[in-house]
């Protein structure tokens, strides 16, 4: 047990208050939230300063899908460590070959290629500057509220606040409500290189697409020579219940990005993935783009276990089983508590707990947290608060959540004298 030390905390606040952020100090001094990460397996997290315990259903958007220190992805780095290091990013390597070898196996349709990089905004780059380069066309078109990363072509197809500061968004991108097919064919012509989606928008309040939504996107794409770019950062790795959330929508997209999970937590990876005809572009220039760890060779061993255990059966069915359990719980939380809660949004274990209104996201983030839970309020729709609990956990610590997010409806209920 950790015995409380404040004194320790108040002075890891004041450091990080000091040389790391000022301004998340203070917000996350104003919210009442002073957590700082600890000991941590599987599920949990524990303060490090009072030993407070967390389930952590934020998981990073993603990060801990096989939950905290997974000991198989633990082995895979010592192994690796024994033996490796980045590497050099010129060269061709072994380990990057037998990871993107797996990827195309694992992959829907024909996306046998992969490149690597380590983050997601990078590798959502990458998969923009592949669609404007290989189609030569400008236009990229995305989502309202959708979030694709903070790096530089990545930030363009994301919300104004978070480029505004820095100056007018270059020409080319344009944006179109989410899930609406009048809107997105509309905006298509001739000078469209891509769309881009994220499967299911976490960020946005993770609303479910319409079955028909991604057919619709891909013939659209194919009739008007675009390329259609899916962003599995979250909703990939078994998330949805299927190894890649756009399997549920029987598409294949012409490229497929992958972030986040393929850490297991442990070693930073990121994936741009695409077909051979897209990587015939390459052909002629292929150090056109550049990334000096984007699939460092210690870190390939990792991505590889990752995708190991995750594509299992056994594994996904077991999301689905968790999912269901979910499904049933929020259904009883939904009668009970008529007056905050709207309803889950949910594929799989991707799901969003839909509220009355947009104070709500903020009020559950902080009375889950002190109900024992992380989790984060949608950024781009705040009446929808994110339920991601890693994929790994069992069917009783999946009641357990519903009852302690029952717990914190109640509370936020009070609060908010709804
Ligand atoms: C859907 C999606 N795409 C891309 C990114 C960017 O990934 P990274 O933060 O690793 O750059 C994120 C990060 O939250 C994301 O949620």
């Not at 390939?300 to 979910?326: D, G, K, R, W």
Request: proline share 6%; charged share 20%.
């Amino acid at each position: 047990m950790t015995v409380s030390d404040p004194d320790r905390k108040a002075a890891i606040i004041d450091r990080f208050r000091r040389h790391v952020s000022s301004g998340k100090a203070d917000f996350f001094e104003s919210v009442g939230v002073d957590f700082i990460f600890g000991r941590r397996e599987g599920p949990f997290v524990w303060d490090a300063t009072n030993g407070k315990r967390l389930i952590n259903c934020h998981c990073n958007g993603g990060v801990f899908n096989l939950g905290h220190r997974h000991p198989d992805v633990i082995a895979a780095l010592q192994e690796s460590l024994t033996t490796s290091d980045i590497g050099n990013h010129h060269l061709v390597s072994e380990n990057r070959a037998l990871l993107a070898e797996q990827m195309a196996r694992l992959l829907p349709g024909d996306l046998t290629y992969t490149v690597f990089a380590a983050g997601g905004g990078e590798a959502i780059d990458l998969a923009l500057k592949l669609a404007r380069g290989a189609t030569g066309r400008q236009t990229i078109i995305s989502a309202g509220g959708g979030y694709h990363g903070h790096t530089g072509l990545a930030l363009s197809t994301g919300d104004a606040q978070y480029r505004d500061p820095f100056g007018p968004n270059p020409p080319g991108f344009v944006q179109v409500p989410f899930n609406d097919p009048k809107a997105l064919a509309e905006a298509m012509d001739g000078t469209t290189a891509a769309v881009i989606f994220e499967t299911v928008p976490a960020t946005y309040g993770t609303p479910i697409p319409a079955p028909g939504f991604y057919p619709f996107v891909r013939d659209l794409c194919d009739r008007h020579g675009a390329l259609m770019i899916i962003d599995e950062v979250q909703t990939g790795l078994g998330r949805t219940g299927r190894l890649w959330g756009i399997e549920h929508y029987g598409t294949v997209p012409d490229i497929l990005v992958i972030g986040k999970g393929l850490s297991g937590g442990i070693y930073p990876m990121a994936a741009t993935c695409f077909g051979v005809q897209l990587e015939s572009f390459f052909h002629d220039k292929p150090f056109i783009h550049i990334s000096t760890f984007g699939g460092a060779e210690v870190g390939c061993p990792v991505a590889m276990q990752v995708l190991a255990i995750s594509s299992q059966p056994q594994f996904l069915e077991h999301v689905n089983l968790l999912a269901s359990v979910f499904r049933d719980g929020f259904e009883r939380l939904q009668s009970k508590h008529p007056e905050i809660l709207a309803g889950l949004r949910q594929l799989g274990l991707m799901m969003g707990i839909e509220m009355v209104n947009e104070t709500c996201g903020p009020v559950l983030s902080k009375t889950l947290y002190d109900n024992g839970i992380l989790s984060v309020y949608a950024n781009n729709n705040t009446a929808v608060s994110q339920l991601l609990p890693p994929l790994i956990i069992d069917a009783d610590l999946a009641r357990e959540i519903v009852e302690r997010v029952d717990a914190g409806l109640a509370a936020a209920k009070q609060m908010m004298e709804l």
